[in-house]
C-alpha cells in the first residue's frame, strides 16, 4: 500500500526506505548508544523495522544458536567466531530470558533490539571476547533493561 500523498510522497518514502537499508548498521549502532528514535526519519522507520516479528525471532534464534553451541563444545569446522563458552554458559539464564521477551507478544524498545544485534554480530563483543565472564551478562542485563518498552530510551 503505497502512502497518501501521491507519486513525490511515494519517491520521498522509498528513498528514506533506500537510506535505511544502506545504513542499517549505522543507524543499529546509533540506537544502540542511545539516540533518540525522534532524531530523524531515518532512525524512526530502523526502529520500526528492527522492532518487528521477524527481527525478534532471528535474534532469538541467534541467542539459541549460541547456546546450543556453548552447550556442545564439539561442534563441527566453521568459519563463524565461536562464542565463549563460559561467558555463555554464566549467562544463560539472562538469555533464556530474553528470547522469551523477543519471542512474546509484548513490544520491546529498539535500543534493546539493537543492543542485542551488536552483541551478536560484532566480533570483539563480551559475548566472542569477554574482558571477564561476567561482562556477558552484564550487557544481556543492560540489552533485557532497554528492551522495556517503559524505559524511555527513545
Do not use: C
Amino acid at each position: 500500500m503505497a502512502p497518501p500523498g501521491g507519486p513525490a510522497r511515494w519517491l520521498m518514502w522509498a528513498r528514506l526506505g533506500m537510506i535505511v537499508w544502506w545504513q542499517a548498521a549505522k543507524l543499529d549502532r546509533e540506537l544502540a548508544a542511545g539516540v533518540s528514535l525522534r532524531a530523524s526519519d531515518a532512525h524512526a522507520l530502523r526502529a520500526l523495522r528492527i522492532t518487528g516479528r521477524r527481527r525478534r525471532y532471528s535474534l532469538a534464534q541467534g541467542l539459541a544458536r549460541v547456546v546450543r553451541s556453548a552447550s556442545n563444545p564439539k561442534t563441527g569446522f566453521t568459519a563463524a567466531v565461536p562464542p565463549d563458552r563460559r561467558a555463555v554458559l554464566a549467562a544463560r539464564p539472562v538469555i533464556e530470558a530474553i528470547e522469551r521477551l523477543l519471542l512474546g507478544p509484548e513490544p520491546v524498545a529498539a535500543r534493546g533490539v539493537a543492543m542485542l544485534g551488536e552483541l551478536l554480530t560484532e566480533p570483539t563483543s563480551p559475548l566472542y571476547r569477554p574482558p571477564d565472564p561476567a561482562a556477558l551478562a552484564s550487557r544481556l542485563r543492560a540489552a533485557a533493561a532497554a528492551l522495556e518498552p517503559g524505559i524511555r530510551w527513545e
